[in-house]
């Protein structure tokens, strides 16, 4: 059953690793500013993912891909790396959280319209409940996550499109990733993206002269350990295994298991912060995990 849904596996993983990673993020960029730490987690990933090929394939370098992987990866890197978090991030001040992660979690649709266009990828009935079932469960768990305060959506018409645009973004990079991904090694493609992020996210702090925030961030130590803590588990980790989902699954069917953060952090919630659930985040989680159920039928 494990190598029959490879890529559903790994797509779980995926999500699994960035609900750790993202514990780490947001600790770090409390003190700090969180564009830095998205840029200097590239950084460390260079670094870790590095140590990774080295050990693996003997160089940390994919010097073996051919100029058409480059392409495509780097492009891949681009968009959804560098242009699609940087309109997150405004999403997020513009709409606040809840928001901003509901529009992000139509990134599969987007993913799964763009895949059967560009690749022919066709989903089975089963499928498409799966994901429809899976993205209902997601959007309720981050509509209700709050007890304290009453749901209000700041609908601005600016921030709305820089969400819109942000789950583009994503569903863009995972195409241009499974574009030019073909059998690769999934962490030496991983490379490659995080390669061209950083000469992506360079050019961006130097157009738009972000180096203090850099600075401010290297100071802090606490949060440059959180930083490379989160960039190990969310960029070296997570990333190379949504490389093996999009190899080994349909683009949309990775993407819609990969969304399901907001209810894997649930549990996390109530064990570790000891924050009460509502029966409306159970039921959300319970839709879920029957869509994801559905997605490995």
Same mark, same amino acid.
């Given at each position: 059953m494990?190598?029959?849904?490879?890529?559903?596996f790994?797509?779980l993983?995926?999500a699994?690793? @960035?609900?750790?990673s993202?514990?780490?993020f947001?600790? +770090?960029?409390?003190?700090?500013?969180?564009?830095a730490?998205?840029?200097?987690?590239?950084?460390?990933?260079?670094?870790?993912?590095g140590?990774i090929? @080295?050990?693996?394939?003997?160089?940390?370098?994919? /010097?073996?891909?051919?100029?058409g992987?480059w392409?495509?990866?780097?492009?891949s890197? =681009?968009?959804?790396?560098?242009?699609?978090?940087?309109?997150?991030?405004?999403?997020?001040?513009?709409l606040?959280?809840?928001?901003a992660?509901l529009?992000?979690?139509f990134?599969?649709v987007i993913?799964?319209?763009?895949s059967y266009?560009i690749?022919?990828?066709?989903?089975?009935?089963?499928?498409?409940?799966?994901?429809?079932?899976?993205?209902t469960?997601? +959007? &309720?768990?981050?509509l209700?996550r709050?007890?304290r305060k *009453? =749901?209000? %959506?700041?609908?601005?018409?600016?921030?709305?499109?820089?969400?819109?645009?942000?789950a583009v973004?994503?569903?863009?990079?995972t195409?241009?990733?499974?574009?030019?991904?073909?059998?690769?090694d999934?962490?030496? *493609?991983t490379?490659?993206?995080?390669?061209?992020?950083?000469?992506?996210?360079?050019?961006?702090?130097?157009?738009?002269?972000?180096?203090?925030?850099?600075?401010q961030?290297?100071?802090?130590?606490s949060?440059? @350990?959180?930083?490379?803590?989160?960039a190990?588990?969310?960029t /070296?980790?997570?990333?190379?295994?949504?490389l093996?989902?999009?190899?080994?699954? #349909?683009?949309? &069917? *990775?993407a +819609?298991?990969m969304s399901i953060?907001?209810?894997?952090?649930i549990?996390?919630? @109530?064990?570790?912060?000891? #924050?009460?659930?509502? %029966?409306?985040?159970i039921?959300?989680a319970?839709i879920t995990?029957?869509g994801v159920? %559905?997605?490995? +039928?």
């Amino acid at each position: 059953m494990f190598a029959s849904h490879l890529g559903e596996f790994a797509a779980l993983l995926t999500a699994i690793v @960035w609900v750790i990673s993202g514990i780490f993020f947001e600790r +770090a960029g409390k003190h700090t500013s969180s564009l830095a730490v998205t840029f200097i987690r590239m950084i460390f990933a260079l670094l870790q993912v590095g140590l990774i090929l @080295w050990v693996t394939r003997g160089s940390p370098f994919p /010097t073996d891909a051919s100029p058409g992987t480059w392409l495509w990866l780097s492009l891949s890197g =681009l968009v959804g790396f560098v242009i699609g978090d940087i309109f997150l991030f405004e999403a997020y001040v513009r709409l606040g959280t809840r928001l901003a992660l509901l529009l992000m979690s139509f990134s599969p649709v987007i993913t799964g319209i763009l895949s059967y266009f560009i690749f022919g990828e066709k989903l089975t009935s089963l499928s498409m409940l799966g994901i429809a079932l899976t993205l209902t469960g997601i +959007a &309720v768990v981050i509509l209700t996550r709050s007890e304290r305060k *009453a =749901l209000k %959506l700041r609908v601005e018409p600016f921030g709305v499109l820089c969400g819109v645009l942000g789950a583009v973004g994503q569903s863009v990079g995972t195409i241009l990733s499974k574009q030019g991904i073909g059998t690769y090694d999934a962490f030496a *493609a991983t490379q490659i993206r995080v390669i061209a992020s950083i000469a992506g996210f360079a050019l961006y702090f130097a157009i738009g002269r972000h180096w203090p925030k850099l600075t401010q961030l290297l100071k802090d130590r606490s949060s440059l @350990w959180q930083t490379a803590t989160g960039a190990f588990f969310g960029t /070296t980790l997570g990333v190379g295994f949504s490389l093996l989902a999009i190899q080994h699954t #349909e683009a949309a &069917v *990775a993407a +819609a298991i990969m969304s399901i953060m907001p209810v894997l952090v649930i549990p996390i919630n @109530w064990l570790v912060l000891k #924050e009460k659930i509502r %029966l409306i985040e159970i039921i959300g989680a319970v839709i879920t995990v029957l869509g994801v159920i %559905l997605l490995y +039928a």
